[in-house]
């Protein structure tokens, strides 16, 4: 299987993997013949890329997991009910939708295999629901990598999952606006944090650790972050690792006002911030975890040769092995070669196309 746009499909290719739709359902099963009528209906619904069979490239792997996709999918469904149920207060309500966002917390905790692919965290474009989905969940893998224990693991992902619900109370005319804010907008924006941690302390459900999460998760190392302004030891971890996490799915959204980040281009934006937005161990943390260059994808190096990510370097997320597909310097395609970027380190990728 490969990667590939939307837009450069034909009406012939093969689906890999299945398709979930931006509130959860399953948009297309796998194996499905990807009809111009099907490709509609696909950009219509925000999707872009899709993986595609291609028996060049059939002993690349990427992981069907249908018990996480099944889990993303009733995850996503459930988190405008826990943030109605918050805001109203029901209690009893709250924590039944608690009890089943953890199922996906849970799932990750105990799945031992974390050396992700960022896209497959991250497949849809902006929504406040997926945006928060996204956190919570990049948030868990990280997580699980720092070693710790089940219930501070829940507790990070709940965090993930609730660090933007203060929103909830920012005008929708300011949230939606197309275009860049003004500065009034913008404090009006720097208020979310505030709202949300008031509003999961008002329930009485929710851990101190959760709410500083939540309040802290637009702080910066350096200082310049809000609302406080707090500094290096006085954000908390939930809040350093939450805000990589909201930065990283954030960028890479597709906003109405500019063109979105690759995944390489964000992935750059989280290192070159570590130190400076970024708690430095944490961005080593997220580095170990999440491989920039998603399986299947296509490249263009340095030296002119062009092909697609085949295999994963673990520790190594910018260095995966390629199989070469086209040669400039032979006009033409060639099938014959793997290369493994670790054994080559003085070729670089130069671009990469999604
Ligand atoms: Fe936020």
Redesign the pocket.
């Known amino acids: 299987m490969r990667l590939e746009f939307i837009k450069n499909l034909g009406g012939k290719e093969i689906l890999a993997r299945n398709i979930l739709s931006s509130d959860g359902n399953i948009l297309l099963k796998k194996g499905t013949k990807l009809t111009l009528n099907y490709i509609r209906q696909l950009e219509s619904n925000g999707v872009y890329l899709v993986y595609i069979k291609d028996d060049r490239f059939s002993n690349i792997d990427v992981k069907e997991n249908e018990e996480i996709d099944i889990l993303k999918s009733s995850t996503l469904k459930e988190i405008p009910f826990l943030f109605q149920n918050i805001l109203s207060g029901d209690k009893a309500e709250v924590k039944k939708s608690l009890r089943n966002i953890e199922s996906i917390i849970d799932y990750i905790s105990e799945e031992k295999n974390i050396n992700t692919n960022l896209y497959e965290v991250k497949v849809y474009d902006d929504y406040t629901y997926i945006h928060s989905l996204d956190t919570g969940i990049m948030a868990t893998y990280l997580g699980v990598k720092m070693g710790w224990n089940k219930e501070k693991v829940k507790e990070l992902g709940m965090c993930g999952m609730l660090?933007?619900i203060?929103?909830t109370k920012i005008p929708n005319e300011i949230i939606n606006k197309k275009g860049p804010l003004t500065d009034e907008e913008l404090e009006v924006i720097k208020k979310?944090?505030v709202y949300g941690s008031k509003i999961l302390k008002d329930r009485g459900l929710f851990s101190e650790s959760i709410i500083l999460g939540v309040l802290q998760?637009?702080e910066k190392i350096s200082g310049t972050g809000y609302p406080l302004g707090l500094r290096e030891n006085e954000i908390c971890d939930y809040a350093k690792i939450i805000s990589i996490c909201?930065v990283f799915t954030a960028v890479s959204a597709n906003r109405s006002y500019r063109n979105r980040f690759s995944p390489n281009e964000a992935y750059e934006l989280i290192l070159s911030n570590s130190g400076i937005m970024f708690e430095p161990q944490y961005v080593e943390k997220f580095k170990e975890c999440f491989s920039i260059y998603p399986l299947g994808c296509k490249i263009k190096l340095s030296n002119g040769l062009e092909g697609y990510v085949l295999e994963q370097n673990e520790n190594f997320p910018d260095r995966p092995i390629i199989r070469i597909t086209y040669d400039k310097n032979q006009k033409g395609n060639v099938y014959t070669c793997d290369m493994n970027l670790l054994d080559n380190p003085n070729i670089t990728i130069v671009d990469v196309f999604i």
């Open positions: 660090h933007d203060g929103k979310h944090p998760h637009h909201d």
